[in-house]
């Protein structure tokens, strides 16, 4: 069996490490029914007050659909809203008061797992890879043929 480290693909490497770490918030974030991905949603929903669907989707860094998809359960629970912008096609997503509560309560839980990798890691380390995640997430946006 070869090992991760023989790949040169970068996207394998990105995606594995990525596993790796939302496996660990995943477990702390459990203890208060969410998983990383919505917690990232309502944390993005409750920054962002009454949002457009692409405006939150484009600052998650996901498609549309995949959004509208991981959007309902939320929705469902109480802890998002949607309405209707100026255009009536436009949808408006913001937390609701069910939602500012579940994200209070996970904080500490998101925190942990936070410490849990930098502890890992390092903090130096930790704080230097999001750093350069946030430089090419920027090189990868400019990008002609990428979208954005």
């Known amino acids: 069996m070869p090992s991760p480290s023989d790949s040169v693909c970068t996207c394998f ?3 594995r490490a990525a596993r790796q770490v ?3 918030y995943d477990h702390e974030l459990a203890a208060v029914g969410l998983s990383l991905n919505e917690y990232s949603i309502l944390r993005h929903a409750e920054r962002g007050g009454h949002c ?4 939150l989707a484009d600052s998650l860094g996901m498609e549309r659909t995949t959004l509208t998809r991981n959007l309902k359960p939320l929705l469902e629970a109480g802890w998002l809203k949607e309405s209707r912008g100026e255009d009536a096609r436009q949808r408006l997503i913001s937390i609701a008061a069910n939602g500012r ?3 209070a309560s996970a904080k500490p839980h998101w925190l942990r797992a ?3 990798i930098e502890a890992l890691y390092g903090v130096a380390r ?3 890879l999001r750093k350069d995640l ?3 997430d920027n090189a990868l ?3 002609p043929g990428i979208a954005a």
């Open 114 to 116: 936070q410490q849990r």
């Open 101 to 103: 509560r579940r994200i």
């Open 13 to 15: 490497r990105l995606r």
């Open 126 to 128: 930790t704080d230097r």
């Open 134 to 136: 946030d430089l090419l």
């Open 141 to 143: 946006r400019q990008s």
């Open 52 to 55: 457009l669907l692409g405006e």
């Open 22 to 24: 939302s496996q660990i």
